[in-house]
């Protein structure tokens, strides 16, 4: 029997919500890096101005949690001492106190009311700001006394470990450490991190969100992310010292490829070119290069369409619509892929007129409505007492 119970509307005792803590926890973007983070790469992400809110309560029991979601009109509670698997966005939020527990912090019952802006399963990482988000209140809260870093690897692991997805650090990185305006440029290895200025002069970030999912949490990530590791250990036989992809130069790639499948080579192969691409990137933003810039993000996309396999034809549609308007510096999917989002870096006055040309020709391609946003850089989690 699950001691996890759901719950339909806002609960009587939650209508006069006299909150003690409230937190803005933001969704992330990635300018380019992708698939990088868990092979100890970079990236460049940064939170953005779209975010999900979260107000806190200690309500006087020793165990009861009691979780209220606003935006889906629904909500669940559970138990300190029981703490079990739920089913959907309830792992996030268990996960992350679970997490909290076994690092032994001492937390009571408590009641928390969740409103999002964050399109789920649009590769904005609402998951990444729902732990972080919980994580920052909870710790603000029980006074735990973590600090950010604790903050982001606790709900990096309670996404691994709880809901099943073996993601890197990038996303719950910027939703909690980003700072307005700018962009993160991210060691993934040493957590190294440095701000470049978002200053995309004409240009802004416009997002296309395909509204299509093509997998569940995982398989497909989880399967990219075991060949590189497959590929790894194939090349630690001869060179012990490999410890990830970090390690890995385009010479011992190609003195190893025969080693490899030729899809783990694919793999590895785009994964040694995107961390190249993240490089150049962060020296093209700095100087100001946004041509140069747009082009590294089609390069990118490229990549991980054909050599890593985690874009979709809806996605492809997008960026190819893009390639032959000169207003559009460059475009790529974002994200974990199979559906999501395209980002594109496009000029300010032309945004209103290509979105009426290529919101129509989406729908007549797939029958589906194309969502757009744009993205502006923001600051990472904000708890306001
Ligand atoms: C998802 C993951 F959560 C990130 O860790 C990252 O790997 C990304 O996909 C791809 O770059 O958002």
Request: hydrophobic residues 35%.
């Amino acid at each position: 029997m699950s001691h996890i119970h759901s719950f339909e509307g806002l609960p009587v005792d939650f209508q006069d919500f006299q909150s003690e803590i409230q937190v803005d926890s933001p969704g992330r973007i990635n300018l380019i890096g992708e698939h990088t983070d868990y092979n100890d790469g970079f990236v460049m992400p940064t939170a953005i101005d779209k975010k999900i809110y979260f107000e806190f309560r200690r309500n006087g029991s020793d165990h009861l949690c009691r979780i209220y979601s606003k935006t889906f009109g629904r909500g669940f509670e559970f138990d300190l001492r029981k703490i079990e698997k739920g089913i959907g966005w309830e792992n996030y939020i268990i996960g992350v106190v679970n997490e909290l527990l076994l690092l032994d912090r001492k937390l009571s019952g408590f009641d928390c009311i969740i409103e999002s802006q964050l399109p789920v399963g649009s590769g904005l990482s609402s998951s990444a700001a729902l732990e972080c988000g919980l994580a920052g209140g909870l710790n603000a809260l029980f006074q735990l006394g973590l600090d950010r870093i604790e903050i982001v690897k606790l709900s990096q692991k309670a996404e691994n470990q709880f809901v099943g997805m073996n993601c890197g650090i990038m996303d719950q990185f910027a939703s909690a450490i980003s700072k307005k305006d700018h962009i993160l440029k991210l060691d993934c290895r040493s957590l190294e991190y440095d701000f470049i200025p978002a200053d995309f002069k004409n240009c802004q970030l416009l997002l296309l969100n395909t509204n299509v999912s093509h997998t569940h949490t995982d398989s497909g990530y989880n399967s990219r992310r075991q060949d590189c590791e497959d590929a790894v250990s194939i090349i630690q036989q001869q060179y012990p010292a490999v410890a990830s992809l970090r390690d890995v130069s385009f010479e011992l790639l190609e003195e190893q490829k025969n080693q490899l499948s030729e899809r783990q080579y694919q793999r590895c192969s785009y994964v040694l070119e995107e961390n190249k691409r993240v490089q150049e990137s962060a020296i093209a933003l700095k100087e100001g290069k946004l041509r140069e810039f747009g082009k590294l993000m089609y390069l990118s996309h490229e990549g991980l369409q054909h050599q890593y396999e985690v874009s979709c034809k809806e996605l492809d549609f997008l960026v190819d619509y893009s390639h032959d308007k000169d207003f559009i510096y460059g475009s790529r999917m974002m994200g974990g892929g199979f559906g999501g989002c395209t980002i594109n870096l496009i000029e300010t006055d032309q945004v209103e007129n290509f979105l009426q040309e290529v919101k129509p020709a989406y729908k007549e391609a797939f029958g589906i409505e194309l969502d757009s946003i744009i993205a502006n850089a923001d600051e990472g989690t904000i708890v306001k007492k």
